[in-house]
């Protein structure tokens, strides 16, 4: 089969997307690393703006729409559960459904990006008992190995 030029580009931007993920993943998780997500990040200034986190989902074959709808619901509700001293601390959730029209083989069927105002806020959301709660929700809906490709940064 040849592949048009628009498509080769596509599959590189994927190829580059996965290579510039997997590069997170080792900063990340490298053995120097202490218990801060951002430890080993070689950019000034890490912590001093907003921070990101980014998610994507894979849903099971069978799960109905209903059940799609309440996941993506529940998961942005997380904006006004998740709370720091009895206030909600997620500035904001953006994202919807992959509508992807390239023919891109990614297999998500949705992505989201949260804002926090600071590193120590997004670290914050991982224990939080909301975004807990969620997960053991998630789990009943979403492909339970590699459901999602996810990774924080901070503005700059």
Do not use: D, H, M, N
């Given at each position: 089969r040849i592949l048009s030029p628009k498509s080769i580009v596509m599959k590189?931007?994927?190829?580059?997307?996965?290579?510039l993920s997997l590069s997170f993943v080792h900063v990340f998780s490298s053995k120097e690393a202490s218990s801060s997500a951002l430890s080993g990040v070689p950019w000034p200034n890490a912590t001093d703006g907003p921070a990101y986190h980014v998610i994507t989902f894979r849903f099971k074959k069978s799960t109905t729409r209903e059940e799609r709808a309440?996941?993506?619901r529940e998961f942005k509700a997380l904006k006004t559960r998740a709370l720091k001293n009895g206030k909600p601390y997620i500035l904001d959730i953006i994202g919807g459904d992959n509508y992807a029209?390239?023919?891109l083989p990614s297999g998500f069927d949705a992505g989201y990006i949260l804002k926090f105002k600071n590193v120590e806020d997004l670290e914050r959301y991982g224990s939080d008992p909301a975004h807990q709660a969620f997960g053991d929700f998630m789990g009943r809906y979403v492909?339970?190995?590699d459901y999602n490709v996810g990774f924080n940064f901070v503005s700059q």
């Open positions: 590189f931007a994927i190829l580059f997307f996965v290579v309440s996941v993506l029209t390239e023919g492909v339970p190995k």
